[in-house]
């Protein structure tokens, strides 16, 4: 019963972290970006959010993807799909570092 409420609440965490990479994928609500949040007010104005919306839709779809093969996993208890989880982990990390990159020298 327990494996079933976990199961649950991972999934239900995974649909609210597809719903944000979907209102980020189409630019509406508050972005979700550290270059957003911990930029200042005159520079949120000036900014082009449209690569940082799009980085925060991919990094929320991943992250989904994590908590949903978690859910699985918690349910079928197989070995190989937290190997894939920790992978994703992984993928998502190197993901922000590099398109955070990427985004500031295309600012230059």
Same mark, same amino acid.
Request: a positive charge; one cysteine or more.
């Given at each position: 019963?327990?494996?079933? =409420?976990?199961?649950?609440?991972? *999934? #239900? %965490?995974?649909?609210?972290?597809?719903?944000?990479? !979907? $209102? @980020?994928?189409?630019?509406?609500?508050?972005?979700?970006?550290?270059?957003?949040?911990?930029?200042?007010?005159?520079?949120?104005?000036?900014?082009?959010?449209?690569?940082?919306?799009?980085?925060?839709? =991919?990094?929320?779809?991943?992250? *989904? #993807? %994590?908590?949903?093969?978690?859910?699985?996993?918690? !349910? $079928? @208890?197989?070995?190989?799909?937290?190997?894939?989880?920790?992978?994703?982990?992984?993928?998502?990390?190197?993901?922000?570092?590099?398109?955070?990159?990427?985004?500031?020298?295309?600012?230059?």
């Amino acid at each position: 019963m327990v494996k079933i =409420i976990g199961a649950i609440v991972l *999934g #239900i %965490i995974s649909a609210v972290c597809f719903v944000i990479s !979907i $209102l @980020q994928f189409r630019e509406k609500g508050f972005l979700f970006n550290n270059a957003y949040i911990g930029a200042s007010k005159q520079d949120r104005e000036t900014m082009d959010k449209k690569p940082h919306y799009k980085q925060s839709g =991919i990094v929320f779809a991943l992250i *989904g #993807i %994590i908590f949903l093969i978690n859910a699985i996993e918690m !349910i $079928l @208890q197989t070995k190989w799909l937290f190997y894939l989880g920790t992978a994703v982990e992984i993928a998502v990390v190197v993901y922000a570092i590099v398109s955070s990159i990427a985004i500031e020298k295309q600012k230059k």
